[in-house]
């Protein structure tokens, strides 16, 4: 689930996406151009459109349409578990579960729960609990779980110095134990892959299973680049289910990095940050700025 860039670097370039404000063509393309230009899509519904052209991708996304009285009923019937995600959120904020009970349906936002006795009156209690905007609702995937508790896989991929896509770090996000998302900023727990499915697979197992999630980093990539360009980096939200089929839950074009510190192997956040100060992400202190910090820490004596 998405997260957003920390306050201490920025984006160089501007959303690319559907329903995002585009800039006139000739800026456009000046700064498509450019090689520095980091491009980001917010859209999730327009992210699963391009995955979904890709054969060896569609089997792997969870079906994901907007977010209608008529496809809210669908979904629950045919898949019992839902998830309503604003359709351009960050953080795990505003996203919604929603489970298909005997007696009616049950829906948790954060750590609160309502229940309602039909899809109407479901979805209209969903609209008093949503933000604005568009919001989209996806089949839910029964997650592994570490000591109870939920945990997916976030994958960073990134552009090398060399232009090419490499997966750069895998780490595992557990969920808060009452709640329904496992972003570190709704708080989540971030563990290394091994830990987390040491439970689930052997050590060999463990081994091979990564090696395939950062190759479908690098598929994922890729397929997202014919329509964008401008990429640089995504990180790669995957559900594991209990047949242990990797789900593609979520692509985020602005990863958080530094929840790579971590991890015990301090060398995967030292490459992520090398690839990622290589295409543009992070301000470059001027000299200026660090002789006048200098100066004030003279003064300051």
């Given at each position: 689930m998405p997260e957003q860039a920390s306050a201490h670097y920025y984006i160089i370039a501007s959303q690319g996406l559907s329903g995002a404000s585009r800039p006139p063509a000739s800026r456009a393309s000046e700064r498509s151009r450019h090689p520095l230009a980091i491009q980001r899509v917010r859209s999730k519904l327009a992210k699963t459109e391009v995955l979904m052209r890709n054969a060896e991708l569609r089997d792997l996304i969870p079906e994901t349409r907007r977010l209608t009285r008529g496809s809210l009923s669908d979904m629950l019937d045919r898949y019992g578990m839902v998830y309503v995600k604003p359709d351009k959120g960050t953080f795990g904020f505003g996203?919604?579960?929603?489970?298909?009970?005997?007696d009616g349906y049950l829906a948790r936002i954060d750590t609160r729960s309502a229940k309602y006795g039909s899809v109407d009156s479901l979805y209209d209690g969903l609209r008093r609990l949503k933000r604005r905007g568009v919001y989209i609702v996806q089949r839910g995937v029964h997650l592994l779980k570490h000591k109870g508790r939920r945990f997916d896989i976030r994958v960073m991929v990134q552009k090398s110095p060399r232009g090419e896509w490499e997966s750069t770090g895998i780490i595992g996000r557990l969920a808060h134990p009452r709640k329904i998302v496992t972003n570190y900023h709704s708080g989540g727990t971030p563990m290394s892959f091994s830990a987390l499915m040491r439970g689930h697979l052997d050590a060999g197992r463990r081994k091979s299973y990564a090696a395939e999630l950062r190759r479908l980093g690098v598929e994922t990539a890729r397929q997202l680049q014919q329509r964008w360009p401008g990429l640089k980096e995504i990180g790669l939200d995957i559900g594991i289910d209990r047949s242990l089929k990797p789900w593609i839950l979520e692509v985020n074009t602005a990863p958080d990095p530094f929840i790579?510190?971590?991890?015990?192997?301090?060398?995967?956040?030292?490459?992520?940050?090398?690839?990622?100060?290589?295409?543009?992400?992070?301000?470059k202190k001027s000299r200026i700025s660090r002789a006048a910090r200098a100066g004030r820490r003279r003064a300051a004596r």
């Open positions: 996203v919604i579960r929603v489970d298909r009970k005997s790579f510190r971590r991890l015990k192997d301090k060398s995967i956040f030292r490459k992520i940050y090398r690839y990622a100060a290589a295409y543009g992400r992070f301000k």
